[in-house]
T-cell receptor, first 113, second 114 residues
Framework: DAGVTQSPTHLIKTRGQQVTLRCSPK?????VSWYQQALGQGPQFIFQ???????QRGNFPDRFSGHQFPNYSSELNVNALLLGDSALYLC????????????FGDGTRLSIL | GNSVTQMEGPVTLSEEAFLTINCTYT??????LFWYVQYPGEGLQLLLK?????DKGSNKGFEATYRKETTSFHLEKGSVQVSDSAVYFC?????????????FGQGTTLQVKP
């Protein structure tokens, strides 16, 4: 049973560029959340997708956007990259019933030069 | 607002020592509480959880009890191993007006020496 998978593993971009990160949820999960983890910090919630719609959003600018597909996979897009966007981006999936625990992928390490 | 506070690290212990990592929270409603562990270069793994007051979560020798009166969820293990070296995150979710998003503490690094 495959867990949450993310791609790519690492990515290097320059300021002003755009990036797309991808996530496939654990089998049986229909909800996908994205988190940003800066070095030495705890993950910060970006947004959550359910039924192909953004259900909740954290305190991140509109440069961060996302999408969920009918097969529940998801993308995170970041436009006009800033140096401060350098971080580990984590995808988590869960079942939408009650307070189910979230299962995390290994993340995408994004470095901005 | 809703938040989680963990003891600062790093915590350095010898193998077979007793471990406590403190975690306190502030939340509206009745949150669920979690401990996640992150090994180097990896994502977060759920270690244990508790969904209501006085619940005790346990896994792999680790345990934590949901204390509503002290708003705490301290992580304990009776005898740590070198393989327990990792970063530990306390988190909460399920408080009012949310849909399961997790709020994390800043993490506590545990180093266990042979």
């Amino acid at each position: 049973d495959a867990g949450v998978t993310q791609s790519p593993t690492h990515l290097i971009k320059t300021r002003g560029q755009q990036v797309t990160l991808r996530c496939s949820p654990k089998s049986g999960h229909d909800t996908v959340s994205w988190y940003q983890q800066a070095l030495g910090q705890g993950p910060q919630f970006i947004f959550q997708y359910y039924e192909e719609e953004e259900r909740q959003r954290g305190n991140f600018p509109d440069r961060f956007s996302g999408h969920q597909f009918p097969n529940y996979s998801s993308e995170l897009n970041v436009n006009a990259l800033l140096l401060g966007d350098s971080a580990l981006y984590l995808c988590a999936s869960s079942e939408d019933r009650g307070n189910q625990p979230q299962h995390f992928g290994d993340g995408t390490r994004l470095s901005i030069l | 607002g809703n938040s989680v506070t963990q003891m600062e690290g790093p915590v350095t212990l010898s193998e077979e020592a007793f471990l406590t990592i403190n975690c306190t929270y502030t939340a509206t409603g009745y949150p669920s509480l979690f401990w996640y562990v992150q090994y180097p270069g990896e994502g977060l793994q759920l270690l244990l959880k508790a969904t209501k007051a006085d619940d005790k979560g346990s896994n792999k020798g680790f345990e934590a009890t949901y204390r509503k009166e002290t708003t705490s969820f301290h992580l304990e293990k009776g005898s740590v191993q070198v393989s327990d070296s990792a970063v530990y995150f306390c988190a909460l979710s399920g408080f009012s007006s949310n849909t399961g998003k997790l709020i994390f503490g800043q993490g506590t690094t545990l180093q266990v020496k042979p």
